[in-house]
């Protein structure tokens, strides 16, 4: 078995460790496992190797497969192997699915939590009260509340007028 | 326009800025990283690509109240020596230094705000602030970026935030970063377990100068690194109550080696004084790991009347370009060394030798160990 690092001496040290419910097997030869300081078991933490180990797998992974090619920028997969960055917006989209893993391996989440540009945080709060408004409105319908499909038709327009004039003027 | 020289303020003046625990952090970062939508990320982006980014930032940027009088430049325009200059003040980064031809700076008269325009991303924004000012530099770049927002197309997605050229900034695109001077956690030998421990919070410690540096004079540079999935606020939030820990960590290390080991502390900080103030011949890298000492030896009260400036001063003076800057001619790394020799001797010639700090009762000398 070689080191997962250098991949050229022979693994003599091997770790195992619980990260997030899942067991994660390391193994290292004499050299690179003191390098990582995994010899100082005060402060070594197998999630650090991983997190880099991961990356660097997840990397390759991204970067091969098909010979996908962003319609936008015509950055390819080969060209993010190459230089581990991306070629325009679009391209987020383009290897959207090979980004997954890596971006799970990277980060705290997948999902973007915190500052939301100004215009486009009023596109969604005005996007999510219309759903709101309409299923409400579909469900009175349902019930035969006509009373209440009049109120909420009438704030449903409301809602669409006012984000009109928001945008245009 | 004045030329960068002209308009960046002698280190004599900004290493007079000070902030909170200014004796350990010695300065607070908070980056932003943006994107256009409608242009390729700027190291895949063709020369006439560049060129139009920049000239639709860069009178966003300059029209900013934040960037009155503001210092403006194409990186084209920019000599090898004041790129460096600027590097060594930690203004802008050895990526962006390399830059010419569509990429840009523009910088506040305070240098407390620095956009580089066309680094790794269309835009990169800094505030800056000396000690411990993470919260206040976030406002400060958060404002700056909000009203960047209404005048720029942003690359931004719901579901990944801000998109950005390498996938590790993306979401936030926060890099909320201090300078910490370490020296007795680096005596102590305790720094390596500190940056593992660090490390396993998912923050990255690096060196003076960022990715991939030597912590050359026992100067750190503790930063987030996952900026997708957790908010700008719990980003500093965290790194503050970190930074904090540190701080307590370095003072105790600081405590018990005065304690424990009085004569190795004295030993190494007289001994740095003697080289600083009496050596013909000194390379950058030695003057700025016995800068730290005698840094150090001014917090613990060894050099009485010496202000912590001066050494950070001395820390911007004797780097290379800020040395080579001085004069006309262009210099040898041999030459350089003999020059910033003569520039310390000078300096420190008014400074007297370090004095032992008064004992206090009960603790003991090295050679009787027991405790």
Same mark, same amino acid.
């Given at each position: 078995?070689?080191?997962?690092?250098?991949?050229?001496?022979?693994?003599?040290?091997?770790?195992?460790?619980?990260?997030?419910?899942?067991?994660?097997?390391?193994?290292?030869?004499?050299?690179?496992? @003191?390098?990582? &300081?995994?010899?100082?078991?005060?402060?070594?933490?197998?999630? %650090?190797?991983?997190?880099? !180990?991961?990356?660097? +797998?997840?990397m390759?992974?991204a970067a091969?497969?098909?010979?996908l090619k962003c319609?936008a920028c015509g950055f390819t997969q080969a060209d993010f192997k190459k230089t581990g960055r991306l070629g325009c917006a679009d391209c987020y989209t383009t290897f959207g699915?090979g980004l997954?893993?890596l971006l799970?391996?990277?980060?705290?989440?997948? @999902?973007?939590? &915190?500052?939301?540009?100004?215009?486009?945080?009023?596109?969604? %709060?005005?996007?999510?009260? !219309?759903?709101?408004? +309409?299923?409400?409105?579909?469900?009175?319908?349902?019930?035969?509340?006509?009373?209440?499909?009049?109120?909420?038709?009438?704030?449903?327009?409301?809602?669409?007028?006012?984000?009109?004039?928001?945008?245009?003027? | 326009?004045?030329?960068?020289?002209?308009?960046?303020?002698?280190?004599?003046?900004?290493?007079?800025?000070?902030?909170?625990?200014?004796?350990?952090?010695?300065?607070?970062?908070?980056?932003?990283a943006?994107n256009?939508?409608?242009?390729p990320f700027p190291g895949w982006a063709?020369?006439?690509?560049?060129?139009?980014?920049?000239?639709?930032?860069?009178?966003?940027?300059?029209?900013?109240?934040?960037?009155?009088?503001?210092?403006?430049?194409?990186?084209?325009?920019?000599?090898?020596?004041?790129?460096?200059?600027?590097?060594?003040?930690?203004?802008?980064?050895?990526?962006?230094?390399?830059?010419?031809?569509?990429?840009?700076?523009?910088?506040?008269?305070?240098?407390?705000?620095?956009?580089?325009?066309?680094?790794e991303d269309?835009?990169?924004?800094?505030?800056?602030?000396?000690?411990?000012?993470?919260?206040?530099?976030?406002?400060?770049?958060?404002?700056?970026?909000?009203?960047?927002?209404?005048?720029?197309?942003?690359a931004?997605s719901?579901?990944l935030?801000?998109l950005t050229a390498c996938p590790t900034n993306i979401?936030?695109?926060?890099?909320?970063?201090?300078?910490?001077?370490?020296?007795?956690?680096?005596?102590?030998?305790?720094?390596?377990?500190?940056?593992?421990?660090?490390?396993?919070?998912?923050?990255?410690?690096?060196?003076?100068?960022?990715?991939?540096?030597?912590?050359?004079?026992?100067?750190?540079?503790?930063?987030?690194?996952?900026?997708?999935?957790?908010?700008?606020?719990?980003?500093?939030?965290?790194?503050?109550?970190?930074?904090?820990?540190?701080?307590?960590?370095?003072?105790?290390?600081?405590?018990?080696?005065?304690?424990?080991?009085?004569?190795?502390?004295?030993?190494?900080?007289?001994?740095?004084?003697?080289?600083?103030?009496?050596?013909?011949?000194?390379?950058?890298?030695?003057?700025?790991?016995?800068?730290?000492?005698?840094?150090?030896?001014?917090?613990?009260?060894?050099?009485?009347?010496?202000?912590?400036?001066?050494?950070?001063?001395?820390?911007?003076?004797?780097?290379?370009?800020?040395?080579?800057?001085?004069?006309?001619?262009?210099?040898?790394?041999?030459?350089?060394?003999?020059?910033?020799?003569?520039?310390?001797?000078?300096?420190?010639?008014?400074?007297?030798?370090?004095?032992?700090?008064?004992?206090?009762?009960?603790?003991?000398?090295?050679?009787?160990?027991?405790?």
């Open positions: 078995m070689l080191c997962d690092i250098c991949k050229q001496n022979v693994a003599t040290v091997h770790l195992t460790q619980m990260v997030e419910g899942k067991t994660k097997k390391v193994d290292l030869c004499e050299a690179c496992s @003191k390098e990582k &300081g995994v010899d100082d078991p005060t402060g070594f933490s197998l999630a %650090d190797l991983l997190l880099g !180990l991961g990356a660097a +797998q997840e390759a992974q091969a497969g098909s010979d319609p699915e997954e893993g799970k391996s990277m980060h705290k989440g997948t @999902k973007h939590v &915190g500052k939301v540009p100004q215009p486009l945080q009023q596109h969604k %709060d005005y996007q999510e009260k !219309l759903n709101r408004l +309409q299923k409400q409105l579909e469900k009175a319908i349902g019930d035969e509340d006509f009373e209440q499909a009049a109120l909420l038709r009438d704030e449903i327009k409301q809602t669409r007028e006012k984000f009109d004039n928001l945008t245009t003027g | 326009m004045k030329n960068i020289k002209e308009f960046l303020a002698a280190p004599a003046q900004s290493c007079k800025r000070e902030g909170p625990h200014d004796r350990i952090v010695m300065s607070s970062r908070v980056r932003l943006r256009l939508k409608d242009f063709k020369k006439a690509d560049r060129v139009k980014a920049l000239e639709a930032i860069r009178p966003a940027v300059e029209s900013l109240p934040q960037m009155s009088g503001a210092f403006s430049e194409s990186m084209d325009n920019l000599s090898a020596m004041d790129k460096q200059i600027l590097v060594e003040r930690h203004l802008i980064s050895r990526e962006h230094a390399a830059k010419g031809v569509g990429s840009g700076l523009v910088l506040n008269k305070e240098e407390s705000l620095c956009v580089m325009i066309n680094e269309h835009l990169r924004m800094q505030a800056l602030r000396p000690g411990l000012q993470l919260r206040s530099a976030w406002l400060a770049i958060d404002q700056v970026d909000t009203i960047l927002e209404k005048r720029l197309d942003y931004f719901n579901d935030g801000y979401g936030t695109g926060i890099r909320v970063s201090a300078m910490l001077h370490l020296p007795a956690l680096v005596l102590s030998e305790q720094i390596n377990q500190i940056i593992q421990a660090v490390n396993k919070l998912g923050l990255a410690v690096r060196g003076l100068y960022g990715e991939g540096t030597e912590a050359l004079g026992n100067v750190f540079q503790v930063s987030n690194q996952m900026t997708l999935g957790e908010a700008e606020t719990d980003i500093v939030e965290r790194l503050n109550k970190v930074l904090t820990q540190l701080i307590e960590h370095e003072e105790n290390a600081r405590g018990s080696l005065l304690e424990k080991k009085p004569k190795m502390v004295f030993n190494h900080i007289g001994r740095a004084y003697g080289i600083l103030a009496n050596a013909h011949s000194i390379s950058s890298k030695e003057t700025m790991n016995l800068l730290s000492l005698m840094r150090l030896g001014i917090d613990l009260g060894m050099l009485p009347g010496v202000e912590r400036s001066l050494v950070d001063e001395l820390f911007i003076l004797t780097q290379p370009a800020h040395l080579q800057q001085q004069l006309s001619e262009k210099l040898s790394a041999e030459e350089r060394d003999l020059l910033r020799a003569d520039m310390l001797r000078e300096r420190l010639r008014n400074v007297s030798r370090p004095v032992t700090p008064p004992r206090s009762e009960g603790s003991k000398s090295d050679k009787s160990p027991a405790s």
